[in-house]
């Protein structure tokens, strides 16, 4: 045994996986920061970027338009029906980044640990996040770790921030909303907020809620090949569609009509919604997104929507109308109308 | 859940609203106060006014915990929940109302104080177990449905032993507040509010039946149809006032059978009787002082009662002066009378307690209706 070799590893023990925590010395820059990127992060999140080992990745960028974004991630549970804070991480940005119907390519990724979070759940959120890069198409190309004292965080929080490049013509905007256009959505409303809100307050349903957490820009980029004009894209997270649609409206400078009965919402999330005192349109979504093209377009593109499965109960919600007071107005299901308002206050907190 | 469907099909409200018309005389008015502010809401959330016919007026009622309790009674809980060694719990839609010189629960909180959302009374005995070294004082508020709950929380901690946990409490009966805006006209200086019939609470004849209104029936000539929160039991229960008012009757009805009898749920009502006892006199925001309009905790139960432990005294405060939550919480009011509503007044920065809780009148208003006012 020859004990030069020994001493340039940069430790002389595995990580104990199974029962081991998080101290502050892997937060502080030395060999137990540096075992842990290379026993839990680098195999999980596994590409040549993050193998050369430098402190930041180099890449070649195209010539064009690029889009960039960040999100932070402070959900609680950190494991939820449906995901984790790991794929959450990672669809969120991704998401983001595809709204403006570009091509994500490489995303960073931030962990504030608190000291004393099981490695076993820190490598899970870890593989976690790496299978949901792999299955969108994204590599975490760099990333940082820190460690705070016990009681200085709860337990785990994730940013992230990623880049894309926008294929030429694409012109997406949430200023680009004009009278006439047809709203489209891709699926059921509030499954992501009431399976956290539920898995909260212990509420147990005969059907389980998942979390609708997943990565869009597989769908984005169906819809974008086959047409170039879409004028508006969201996904409608914290907030739901109701903040989605008047911040829109506040953008573009003008009103919409929606029809209560055309958006989906399945009667498990509904009934949760009931006993927590929400409304599906306030309450959180992770993977679904709303679409504004011309009217002459929608049905177009609503077959391509159909045609992926993130897009399968995609349809036409309402339209875009001119009205200064910039009101999103609902029919009710009953035949009456009323508005659809932002949420006032703070009714879901740390929901993603 | 597909229970909730039946509830809400397009259908029956069109044939609902389609009698009410054609039933409804077009030589009279009717004002229908619906008390609860759980009907305010699902009127405005589902664009009910706009099936009726205009001489069918809604005239929003007191029934929302919130918005009825006094700016001098959340005071006291701001100054409890700023003592050292308290935890306060309280439900979330207390955190926001606004107290007296801007003070609120959510700014004590932000300033330090202790504070902690719940979503039962069972919590609140839980974080008392948690913390033996800290007073935690549970905020309670409500009618008669969220009355049993805290009862039942208080025999709880009285059973394990516990000397940390108190309850501030400020329960008031339904009742009262009916009888309190029925007699308005006649004997105090309030603006008189003409009422045709009630529509009467669901929740809370749950748990006190549908006999306690019979009085107000009788004594009052006003009609009383006791309706379950779904669009389609509004509506039908509208259709049973319209009817009674036609052919001069004055009963109470009850459209929630599902839910409701004439005798409630004695149990909720015996937990309510082993621990409570009426209070001489409440001040409500909006209807002023009612005697025998609230409870307070027996003397058995002493240990358990926030304002004998604490001495912390009740210091009545005016509101806001332009604000007209008390002439909105008795009906005499619109949302829209008010000059502050929609301008300095919003969700996002209430003034008011009818803007803070979902419940209110001017939040309804705000968030579901307020296109009708920009249309006028």
Redesign the interface.
């Known amino acids: 045994m020859n004990v030069a070799s020994r001493s340039a590893r940069p430790a002389s023990r595995r990580l104990d996986l199974a029962a081991g925590r998080v101290d502050l010395t892997h937060g502080a820059g030395g060999r137990a920061m540096q075992q842990l990127i290379e026993e839990i992060f680098r195999p999980a999140l596994d590409n040549p970027f993050l193998a050369r080992g430098d402190d930041q990745a180099a890449f070649d960028v195209s010539a064009g338009r690029m889009v960039m974004s960040t999100d932070s991630f402070v959900v609680s549970p950190l494991f939820f029906p449906g995901g984790d804070i790991g794929s959450l991480a990672v669809h969120g940005t991704v998401n983001d980044v595809a709204m403006s119907g570009a091509r994500p390519l490489y995303l960073s990724a931030g962990f504030v640990i608190e000291e004393g979070f099981p490695l076993a759940e820190l490598a899970r959120i870890a593989r976690s996040m790496g299978e949901a890069a792999r299955a969108a198409g994204v590599a975490v190309v760099t990333g940082d770790t820190k460690v705070v004292e016990r009681g200085k965080a709860d337990r785990l929080f994730v940013n992230t921030a990623g880049i894309g490049v926008v294929p030429a013509g694409v012109e997406i905007s949430g200023d680009r909303a004009r009278p006439g256009d047809a709203i489209l959505l891709s699926g059921s409303m509030g499954d992501h907020g009431v399976a956290i809100m539920a898995h909260r307050a212990g509420l147990e349903f005969e059907t389980t809620i998942v979390s609708d957490s997943a990565a869009l820009n597989g769908l984005v980029a169906d819809m974008v090949a086959v047409m170039t004009d879409i004028h508006v894209l969201r996904d409608p997270t914290r907030g739901g569609l109701a903040a989605t649609f008047n911040e829109i409206c506040h953008q573009s400078n003008v009103g919409m009509r929606l029809d209560e009965a055309a958006i989906p919402v399945k009667p498990e999330v509904l009934g949760a919604c009931e006993l927590l005192g929400l409304d599906p349109l306030n309450v959180a979504n992770e993977g679904k997104l709303i679409a504004i093209v011309p009217a002459e377009d929608a049905a177009r593109l609503l077959a391509v929507m159909r045609a992926h499965p993130l897009g399968r109960d995609a349809t036409v919600i309402g339209e875009v109308v001119a009205d200064p007071a910039r009101f999103v107005r609902m029919a009710t299901r009953i035949g009456g109308e009323r508005i659809v308002d932002w949420l006032a206050g703070e009714q879901l907190p740390r929901i993603c | 859940?597909?229970h909730?469907d039946e509830y809400?099909?397009?259908e029956m409200?069109?044939r609902l609203?389609a009698a009410i018309a054609r039933e409804a005389r077009t030589d009279r008015r009717y004002r229908l106060m619906e008390f609860c502010g759980g009907h305010t809401h699902a009127i405005?959330?589902?664009?009910?006014?706009?099936?009726l016919p205009s001489n069918i007026e809604m005239v929003h009622g007191p029934g929302c915990p919130v918005c009825v309790l006094p700016t001098g009674r959340l005071d006291m809980a701001i100054r409890l929940a700023r003592r050292e060694d308290v935890i306060l719990a309280s439900y979330?839609d207390m955190l926001?109302v606004p107290g007296s010189k801007g003070q609120s629960l959510l700014k004590a909180k932000a300033d330090g104080a202790d504070i902690r959302m719940v979503?039962s009374t069972l919590d609140a005995v839980k974080l008392a177990e948690a913390n033996p070294g800290r007073e935690v004082i549970f905020f309670a508020i409500g009618f008669e449905t969220t009355t049993p709950p805290t009862a039942l929380a208080i025999e709880a901690a009285a059973r394990k032993g516990l000397t940390n946990f108190t309850v501030f409490c400020n329960h008031v009966l339904t009742p009262s507040a009916i009888a309190a805006i029925l007699e308005a006209p006649a004997i105090r200086e309030l603006e008189a509010v003409e009422i045709d019939g009630f529509l009467g609470p669901a929740h809370v004849s749950v748990v006190i039946g549908s006999q306690p209104y019979e009085f107000f029936a009788e004594e009052y000539r006003k009609p009383v149809a006791i309706s379950g929160f779904e669009?389609?039991d509004i509506?039908q229960s509208i259709l049973m006032l319209v009817r009674q008012l036609n052919e001069g009757r004055a009963e109470v009805e009850n459209q929630y059978i599902r839910a409701v009898t004439r005798d409630g749920n004695l149990r909720a009502k015996e937990a309510v009787s082993r621990v409570f006892e009426l209070r001489r006199d409440f001040e409500w925001r909006g209807l002023g002082h009612i005697p025998y309009s609230a409870l307070r905790l027996k003397d058995e139960f002493a240990a358990f009662d926030a304002e004998r432990r604490f001495d912390e005294p009740y210091i009545p405060t005016e509101g806001i002066k332009a604000c007209e939550c008390p002439a909105i919480l008795r009906g005499a009011k619109k949302p829209t009378d008010c000059r502050l509503f929609g301008r300095a007044c919003?969700?996002?920065t209430p003034l008011g307690s009818c803007m803070v809780s979902?419940e209110g009148a001017c939040?309804a208003y705000?968030?579901?209706?307020?296109?009708r006012e920009?249309a006028q």
């Open positions: 859940m597909k909730l809400r099909d397009a409200a069109r609203a405005f959330r589902y664009g009910i006014e706009d099936l979330g926001r979503y669009p389609i509506m919003t969700p996002e979902s939040a705000y968030t579901y209706g307020r296109m920009a």
